[in-house]
């Protein structure tokens, strides 16, 4: 039995690495797969006149139902005064309504509206072919994969 010395492997993906490359850095294309999304879907968006953080709000209280306003913040991806405001704003336009907690008042509850629901309608339709093209080419089993993939690269990274 010989003893080879096993070359190591390819740092290229890390930038304190000599051998680094940014295209193959994974959070180089997170990204810009990020930024091309966003302006994307502002752009979808924008023509029924509702924006990414009213977004992630409506499609959290569909997923989730009633909600606290820092519940919301956590799956919008958003600090907790910004989520705030804008769900005030979602009130007075009447897409959501709030409500003290029962059983601890100190809480906000968030919850949708009957234009809330139609909005929701409203954004399946506007985004549905922009979801469509982002995933072409892609099998369930792939998508599945690379969600698997990132959530285990956020479970890794520090929470703040």
């Known amino acids: 039995?010989?003893?080879?010395?096993?070359?190591?492997?390819?740092?290229?993906?890390?930038?304190?690495?000599?051998?680094?490359?940014?295209?193959?850095?994974?959070?180089?294309?997170?990204?810009?797969?990020?930024?091309?999304?966003?302006?994307?879907?502002?752009?979808?968006?924008?023509?029924?006149n509702l924006d990414i953080p009213r977004w992630r709000i409506l499609f959290?209280?569909?997923?989730?139902?009633?909600?606290?306003?820092?519940?919301?913040?956590?799956h919008a991806v958003a600090k907790?005064?910004?989520?705030?405001?804008?769900?005030?704003?979602?009130?007075?336009?009447?897409?959501v309504d709030t409500r003290q907690k029962l059983e601890d008042g100190r809480v906000t509850e968030v919850i949708l509206t009957d234009k809330g629901r139609e909005a929701i309608e409203k954004i399946k339709v506007a985004t549905e072919g922009l979801f469509r093209q982002s995933f072409k080419g892609m099998t369930e089993p792939q998508i599945q994969r690379l969600n698997k993939l990132l959530e285990q690269l956020f479970h890794n990274l520090p929470e703040h």
């Open 80 to 95: 907790l005064p910004t989520i705030t405001k804008i769900v005030y704003r979602m009130k007075d336009d009447g897409l």
């Open 1 to 48: 039995m010989t003893n080879t010395t096993r070359k190591p492997r390819s740092q290229r993906f890390n930038p304190a690495s000599d051998d680094f490359h940014k295209e193959d850095f994974p959070f180089y294309w997170l990204a810009r797969v990020h930024g091309r999304y966003t302006l994307a879907m502002e752009k979808e968006l924008k023509k029924i």
């Open 60 to 74: 959290t209280l569909k997923e989730e139902g009633t909600s606290s306003i820092s519940e919301i913040a956590i």
